[in-house]
């Protein structure tokens, strides 16, 4: 029983010597402390133990803590995503401030390093970020709480955090958020823009003669005329449904009125369209230059046949969207 007594003793002496060390060391002794050891790795890995001396009071000095749980277990995808920026921001901050003049100290803590930390906290969810500001000295606080950053709209760039730290650590120095160079993305936008241009002049003998062409930019005016004029602009403005029900079970192609129309209408007024310009070039065009007075003949009537029933076509459709519309052309009257 007695060696029990004493071993229990020297047990909880050996356990309680590092709080006690810790105890005995002042604010400034336990920044510089942690600010060496962020110096050769930001942020720092903390635990229960090392987590509490850090932000025990009274303190002269700020700390970020960043309570995560990385682990696969526990699902956190906000927690690894979070992750790389944080670890960018800590780097940075803690490079640029080699001198410890902004006195802010980055940490992280994982909950399977803290778990008295979480349950002490009520934690339920991560990532968690704490800021925990002076409570001495010149830029001391009236409240020595934490101050949490809030991530409700997911996860944060590290300038965004950055700038949040700033705007609660005011009148010391915020060093800048660093990004190393993205060398893959360089070098792969180079070797992406060269192959462009050998291409390009490589296919540029093929392609000039297609650009220079007036038989193809007359096409490309013509299919924008034709688009432009059937309401397809006016489809993308409105919104307006591809068909609708006619209220007996049936398909309606064509809305009522000339302020409203159908994506399918638009479409087959815009083929009519073409058909009309392709009567009408073949007409003006085509038919003068041929040689055969009977093949002229026959094209002639085939085309101006062909006119007369697509506009007569068209001139009912207006009708049906308006029965005042006082024009028609047989076959559709």
Known sequence: MRLLTLLSLTLLGFGSAPTLAAAKKTP????????????????????????????????????????????????????????PE??????????????????????????????????????????????FPPTIGPHAVASPEPIRYDFTSGSQAAELVHSWLARHL???????????????????????????????????????????NRTVWAAVTLVCILLFTSGHMYNHIRNVPYVAGDGKGGISYFAGGFQNQ???????????????????????IKVPRMTDPRTQSVALFAWSGVLFVVYSLLLSIFRGKNQGYPYSLPPFM
């Open 28 to 83: 400034e002794e336990r920044f510089q402390h942690y600010h060496n050891k962020a110096l050769s790795s930001a942020p720092l890995k903390l635990a229960d133990a090392s987590y509490r001396e850090l932000t025990s009071a009274p303190r002269d000095y700020s700390v970020a803590v960043l309570l995560t749980a990385m682990d696969s277990r526990y699902g956190c995808q906000l927690c690894r995503e979070f992750q």
């Open 86 to 131: 944080w670890e960018l921001l800590a780097r940075s901050w803690t490079g640029g401030d080699k001198k410890g003049e902004s006195r802010t100290v980055f940490g992280t803590l994982d909950f399977g390093d803290g778990r008295d930390i979480f349950m002490s906290l009520g934690l339920q969810t991560a990532p968690v970020l704490f800021l």
């Open 170 to 212: 005011p009148d010391r120095p915020h060093p800048p958020v660093k990004r190393p160079i993205n060398w893959m993305r360089w070098i792969s936008s180079l070797v992406i823009l060269s192959g462009g241009l050998t291409a390009s002049y490589a296919a540029w003998p093929y392609v000039l003669p297609v650009i220079q």
């Open 262 to 284: 159908y994506g399918l209408e638009t479409q087959i007024v815009a083929t009519m369209y073409g058909v009309l310009a392709l009567c009408g070039i073949n007409l003006a």
